[in-house]
């Protein structure tokens, strides 16, 4: 990956949508999570929490205190509304402490009316019930409903979010529209935001480098609805978006460009494994097992990248078994499974690409 440009902790990044980072980089969360305020004034949308570290929290209060003035009504939280991208650790980790820090601004700026306070709602997209890693449960243990949060109408932590939903945000009553958009984690969502011309993608499409996903064929249809969702809400086919607002790293000039490079790297990828697939085995073996797929398409690369590029590989071959394209032929499991292409498509064949 190319060197990662530097971000500010707190970032104006339109009239009315301010980037909070998260103070967490890493080899994944690139510079950091980035959380955004929606709106000109409070109350404010915020999209995502970052992970719970103690110089998000500051920052997070600099950047909704630091503009306050007279004229910000006093009745009103500085939050109205939190919307979580997905479940992962590093977007909702920061839930509690933020959710105490606006408990505490309300109180320090109404310390006669402690009561009068509305805490804010919680938006996800809901996952199955049977999901296996989902930290959730143990985020909200602590934290006491119409105390800390306003729980949905059934009773549930989450006001639970849809596909084509539109959000009301801000004084002014802009719209955000929510796209569900999985691949990267089943709940995993986008935030069409009309007024910016943007898009805030998450983890689906980063601001440097690419993303991981855990369901390719959901990821990639993803994509492509992403792509597609880009003229609609004009007139005369103009893209209803420019920009994207990514989960990581800086803001994205060219949205639909750097979607579509997205789709094209993956498809690319899958070629060379139908190729692969299509031509005969390396050491006259039977079939091609996942890691010999490995080793002939990174064989330029250093070994030590072999193994993390392996669970790619893995995934497009789960994606190819779905669609029919490639049967699994041998019991191994993992690096082991061995593979063979459906039909002999490969390269000068139809293979459906």
Sequence with gaps: MDKLEPLNSITQISRRVVRVLGQNPGKFTLQGTNTYLLGTRNPYVLIDTAEGRAEYTALLQSALTENSDETISKDSPHVSDI???????????????????????????????????VPPRLHKFPQHPSHPRSGLADIFKGLKPDLDYTPAPNGEHFHELRDGQTLRYGEEGEDVKVLHTPGHTSDSICLYIPADRALYTADTVLGQGTAVFEDLAAYVGSLRKMLAKSNFHTEGGESAYDVLYPGHGPVVKDGPGTISMYIAHRMQREKQIVDLLAAPPPNSEPFWTTWTLVATIYKSYPENLWLPAAHGVGLHLVKLEGEGRVVRVSKGEGLGAGWKLIGGEGEGGKARI
Excluded: M, Q
């Excluded at 997905?86 to 009561?115: F, M, Y």
């Design 83 to 117: 919307v979580i991208s997905h479940w992962h650790g590093d977007h909702v980790g920061g839930l509690p402490s933020v959710l105490a820090l606006l408990r505490k601004l309300w109180i320090e700026r109404n310390p006669n009316d402690a009561k009068g306070y």
